[in-house]
């Protein structure tokens, strides 16, 4: 049986895509940023791991943006949208909120400690993943599409094989916390 290939993406303005298998726990996860690609670029990507599905994150535009940024915000996602329902024969991608993931990962922090939990998170699911640029920053847009892409995943099998979908975190399954 052919693995199922999930892309997960975080459209934000230093958005991600990444890939992740059925099969399990690859050496390496692909993960590639948006910030500056082009339309062409991305394509390209995608055409190289061939996923099955795509989720994109459901976001919308924030109180206190300029007209400007929305409108730059919305053509971005818009753009999105439009390359993934071409590259998958018609069929419009998934969307999840950004709520309904993370709370699937296990985040309970709340404003910006969200970013470094999701990252923790991702980290300790994905070990391979490189969500750190070369400075040692963290690079948010590839946890969050990390994660999106996981819970696409979970959701996705699930609905392949008819199962019964548990919303439970698998996160505090690792952690001492919980």
């Given amino acids: 049986m052919k693995p199922m290939l999930i892309a997960g993406i975080d459209p934000g303005a230093n958005g991600a895509i990444c890939v992740l298998s059925s099969t399990g726990l690859a050496p390496q996860v692909p993960l590639f940023d948006l910030k500056n690609k082009t339309p ?78 999701v990252a923790k998170i991702a980290n300790t699911l994905y070990p391979a993943a490189n969500l750190y640029g070369k400075r040692g920053g963290l690079l948010d847009g590839r946890a969050d599409a990390l994660m999106i892409a996981h819970y696409a995943l979970h959701h996705q099998i699930c609905k392949t094989y008819d199962m019964e979908c548990n919303v439970t975190s698998t996160y505090k399954f690792l952690s001492k916390e919980e």
Avoid at 44 to 50: E, I, K, N, P
Avoid at 51 to 78: C, L, Q, T
Wanted: glycine letters at 8%; hydrophobic letters at 40%.
């Fill in 40 to 117: 062409w670029e991305i394509d390209s990507w995608l055409f190289t791991y061939q996923p099955s599905f795509i989720w994109i994150e459901d976001v919308h535009s924030m109180y206190g943006m300029s007209a400007k940024s929305n409108f730059s915000f919305g053509r971005n996602i818009g753009m999105l949208h439009g390359m993934c329902e071409v590259f998958c024969s018609g069929c419009p991608p998934e969307t999840v909120t950004p709520k309904v993931w993370q709370k699937f990962a296990g985040v309970t922090a709340k404003g910006k400690a969200i970013k470094k939990q």
